[in-house]
Structure formats: C-alpha cells, structure tokens
C-alpha cells in the first residue's frame, strides 16, 4: 500500500505502477528527476505523493485517474508536464503549477470535476487543447499576462465557471475555447487578440455580454 524509493533511482519508468489500485502512499526519493509516462496512472487509491524538488519532468498521463488524490504540489526545478498527466483526478480539489512550467500541454488537467482552485503562474505562455475540459466546479480562473494563446476547448464544459480574465497579451483564442461554459455571463476580449477560431463560446447559455476591446 505505501513506496519508498531508494536514493539510487533516477527515473521512474513507463506503466511503472500503473493501475496498482491498492497503494495509497507514495514517496519519491530526491534522487528522481523523471517521472515517465502513465507511471501511476490508475492508481485509484493513491491519496498522497510527495514530489521532491529532484524532479524536473512529468510525463504524460502520469498521474492519470488518480481519483482518491486531493491536493498535489508540483516542486518549482519541474519544467515539463506531459499530456493528460493529471487527468481524471476525480478528487483533486487544489493545484499549483510552478514557475519554471511555460506550456500547459493538451488535456492535463481535464475531467477532474472536484478542482475548486488552480494557480497558473506567470510564466505560462500557452494553454493547451482541453487543459481543464470538464473542470465543472472551477469556478474562477485568472490567465496571466505571459500567456499568448488559449487553445482549442481549453475551458469547455467547465459549467460553473463565472468569470475568467483575458489578459492583454492573448493573441489568439482558438475554437470552442470556452463553449458550454454555462455560468458564464460576461467576458471582456482585449484589443491584442488577433485571432478568433470557431464558436470560442458556443453553448454559453448564460453569456449576456461579450466587450471587445479595441484600440
């Protein structure tokens, strides 16, 4: 039910404990540096894991259907996140990304319907292709101004969303960015966006105002 690594491992391989749905407990030695892909996905009963500051890559769907862990702190010497590499987290109430993170990859935080509060921090230049789908209790979020574009389905079906800050240093918001946001009543579009793909805000049943800043 619980893992100590040894100091002498430095990575932690593919599928390594995938699906292993009885541990509950995991700490990861400070001689770590990667995390592979889909290490402890589908650990289902997996409610804590200590990160130490070693390690600087999260593959993807790492951390995967994780769905008994609430609260998970990324150290600052990460720089890489992988694909779908929290998603499914069912639990997971609260996140905080790092600094040393500059892209949000596709799906990464998706489908995890329990996510109140999530910090993007102000190195972040993209938010990848459903980021934080199906967030459905995320109710606020603030993109900061190092972020230059929002990608396709970002934010869709996050329905208890009512306000989300577009900074002035977005270019460009790509298709169905923010559809079936359904809280959702107004949202401003700084004058720098550029380009807007296709229904950003399809299904937003609730929006009443759209201002569209412009020079």
């Known amino acids: 039910k619980e893992i100590a690594f040894l100091s002498s491992v430095k990575s932690i391989k593919s599928n390594a404990f995938s699906s ?3 541990l509950t407990k995991i700490t990861i ?10 290490a ?37 010497s990460v720089t890489s996140i992988g694909c779908y590499a929290f998603s499914g987290c069912s639990s997971l109430q609260t996140i905080k990304i790092p600094s040393s993170v500059k892209v949000l990859e596709c799906r990464v ?8 509060q999530v910090i993007i921090p102000n190195s972040v230049e993209s938010i990848g292709v459903y980021s934080f789908s199906s967030c459905s209790s995320l109710q606020e ?4 101004s190092s972020v230059k574009s929002i990608q396709s389905n970002a934010f ?15 270019t460009s918001i790509e298709d169905y960015a923010f559809s079936d946001c359904r809280s ?10 550029q380009h807007i ?6 299904f937003c049943i609730n929006l009443e105002e759209i201002d569209v800043i412009s020079d």
């Open 29 to 38: 030695s400070s001689s770590v540096i990667r995390i592979k892909e889909n």
């Open 197 to 202: 793909g296709l229904n950003p805000f399809a």
């Open 20 to 22: 292993c749905r009885s």
């Open 141 to 144: 979020i603030i993109i900061p």
């Open 156 to 170: 869709s079906y996050c329905y208890s969303l009512t306000k989300i800050i577009i900074p002035s240093s977005v």
């Open 109 to 116: 935080l998706s489908n995890c319907p329990s996510l109140l």
């Open 184 to 193: 959702l009543t107004k949202i401003r579009i700084p004058s720098s966006v």
């Open 40 to 76: 402890f996905s589908n650990c289902r009963s997996l409610t804590q894991i200590i990160i130490p500051s070693s390690v600087t890559s999260i593959g993807n769907n790492a951390f995967s259907n994780c769905r008994s862990l609430k609260e998970i702190t990324i150290p600052s």
